[in-house]
């Protein structure tokens, strides 16, 4: 099993700046890719961003291309999502999630609690 524990979320004006990170715990040596997901109220879970936990290869939503950064940490276990440039419409929850292949809406084994991220107009 591997723990997922979120944190940084919060409530930002419209053009600023947000920092998930994502702490991983337990078996963290099956786990090949992370990433972030979010949740609007009436809309369905969609990702954000993932990384490949060894590659670090990076895949970004089109909504978040050029303003979000995903990256690592693997000394610890850490992926943190660089949100700059925030829009209202990227009011959600936010969750952080694992798997030992690759992350997609329909293949995420482990994840986080969620945080929420709201962004005023």
């Known amino acids: 099993q591997v723990q997922l524990v979120e944190s940084g979320g919060g409530l930002v004006q419209a053009g600023g700046s947000l920092r998930l990170s994502c702490a991983a715990s337990?078996?963290?040596?099956?786990?090949?890719?992370m990433g972030w997901f979010r949740q609007a109220p009436g809309k369905e879970r969609e990702v954000v961003a993932r990384i490949t936990w060894r590659g670090g290869r990076t895949y970004y939503a089109d909504s978040v291309e050029g303003r979000f950064t995903i990256s690592r940490d693997n000394a610890k276990n850490t992926v943190y999502l660089q949100m700059n440039s925030l829009k209202p419409e990227d009011t959600a929850v936010y969750y952080c999630?694992?798997?030992?292949?690759?992350?997609?809406?329909?293949?995420?084994?482990?994840w986080g609690q969620g945080t929420q991220v709201t962004v005023s107009s």
């Open positions: 337990g078996r963290t040596v099956s786990v090949a890719s």
């Open positions: 999630a694992a798997d030992p292949g690759v992350l997609t809406t329909t293949q995420a084994s482990y």
